[in-house]
């Protein structure tokens, strides 16, 4: 069935970040006194916002984080990001396709619009999809939540159920099934736990060559 929106989630779909700010975000941690490697935080925390991070690890070293932890981070993403930020290989050819075909698209992300306008914009993507961001500063909830993906679709003008979700991580895989919407899950990371998303209702690919026939039904 041929989709009547699809939405991107931003980070590893769109961009080639995960690797960076888990990093950013291990090292700071670190620093706190919970101790962890970019690529365990990664596998952790990926898809959650960073309040719900702030909420986990709290919990685990039984105080709070200093009250500017989440401003010192996001000025080290924001820095690192200066460096330059990849697209993920083949992903504009994919909304090349889709603007062929007259198929809207959007993002739908646990970042803020502050770190996408960041990550997009030096990766080239920011001015195809700068009306069409969704954050989940703007949701009660985050992922896995489903109030991101709906909030999306609502403000898109679609149905979630002729929504399709492309994602990454597997708080995003089930904020797209809690969604009621099909989800297609990006696994070239080997950080990915392709057992886990594909239990969550995710149908895996590995590279972004292969989602037009996810997409469209000739697989």
């Known amino acids: 069935m041929t989709p009547g929106l699809v939405i991107f989630d931003c980070d590893g779909v769109l961009v080639d970040t ?6 950013t975000l291990a090292a700071l941690l670190t620093e706190c006194g919970f101790p962890i490697s970019g690529p365990a935080c990664q596998k ?3 898809g959650r916002t960073l309040e719900a991070v702030q909420e986990i690890v709290e919990r685990e070293l039984g105080r709070n984080l200093p009250s500017d932890w989440l401003k ?12 330059g930020v990849e ?3 083949g992903v504009a050819d994919v909304m090349d396709l889709l603007d062929e075909r007259g198929i809207p698209y959007c993002v739908g ?6 770190k996408m306008h960041s990550t997009l914009g030096s990766a080239g993507l920011l001015p195809r999809l700068i009306d069409k961001l969704y954050s989940s500063q703007d949701c009660e909830r985050g992922k896995p939540a489903p109030d991101i993906f709906l909030l999306a679709a609502k403000s898109m003008g679609h149905r979630p159920q002729d929504c399709v979700v492309i994602e990454d991580s597997l708080p995003g895989v089930k904020a797209a099934r809690a969604a009621g919407m099909r989800v297609f899950a990006y696994v070239q990371d080997p950080v990915c736990d392709r057992e886990a998303l594909r239990a969550a ?18 697989a």
Not at 73 to 83: M, T, Y
């Open 201 to 218: 209702g995710a149908i895996l690919f590995e590279r972004m060559d292969q989602l037009p026939d996810l997409l469209f039904g000739n």
């Open 18 to 23: 995960e690797r960076l700010t888990n990093r």
């Open 44 to 46: 952790r925390f990926m």
């Open 72 to 83: 010192q981070l996001r000025a080290r993403d924001i820095e690192s990001f200066k460096a």
């Open 87 to 89: 697209q993920v290989p």
């Open 109 to 114: 992300s646990s970042g803020k619009y502050e």
